[in-house]
């Protein structure tokens, strides 16, 4: 476990109640991201995110996980697979929800004193990411949100997964292809763009 989080998980064993908002603010970026993406902001992503959090402190005597947030993200995953498997499906072109959230991967391209138009490209081409990201299986989507949102090695995405790291490796190469072929026409007009 990584410095801060065994500290704060100390704390609040030793019963410093603010420690525990100090570790879900540490994660509470990359965990939601996780939790909203492969719900596709459905299935109320806050009452996962509460229901990790919870199980958090209901079992944290007995937490003997080296990598705190693998272990956050393995009882994520398997909150929204439980859930997944009880719900009965549900269409919904346009979630709410997915309007109203921050688009992450638009966050992460830096605003370079972007013009108005390239900043309605910019904004039109993050949608259009987490449009074919949602589109990926469930396997891969996971792999690729817990890569990209929570930045985890493969060694922890595989445990998480219960398989093994060359499937985890496997699994992103997939997803990888799947979005590349999914905004290849996106690519080529940045390319052109940039030429």
Do not use: C
Request: net charge neutral; proline share 4%.
């Amino acid at each position: 476990m990584e410095e801060p989080e065994r500290e704060l998980l100390a704390r609040y064993r030793a019963g410093d109640a603010s420690a525990l908002g100090e570790l879900v603010e540490l994660f509470r970026r990359p965990l939601f991201g996780f939790i909203f993406r492969m719900t596709d902001g459905r299935d109320d992503p806050d009452d996962i995110f509460q229901e990790v959090w919870l199980r958090v402190i209901k079992h944290q005597a007995r937490y003997t996980h080296k990598n705190f947030k693998s272990w956050l993200f393995r009882i994520a995953q398997n909150l929204v697979i439980d859930r997944a498997r009880k719900q009965k499906p549900i269409v919904d072109l346009q979630s709410s929800a997915m309007r109203e959230e921050e688009n992450v991967f638009e966050t992460r391209i830096e605003d370079k004193g972007l013009t108005t138009p390239a900043q309605i490209d910019a904004k039109t081409l993050g949608e259009q990411i987490v449009a074919a990201v949602r589109t990926l299986p469930d396997d891969q989507r996971a792999v690729f949100l817990m890569r990209t949102e929570a930045d985890l090695p493969f060694k922890e995405i595989a445990k998480i997964q219960g398989t093994s790291i060359n499937t985890a490796l496997a699994r992103m190469q997939y997803a990888l292809a799947k979005l590349r072929d999914a905004l290849k026409s996106e690519y080529h007009e940045l390319q052109g763009t940039t030429s």
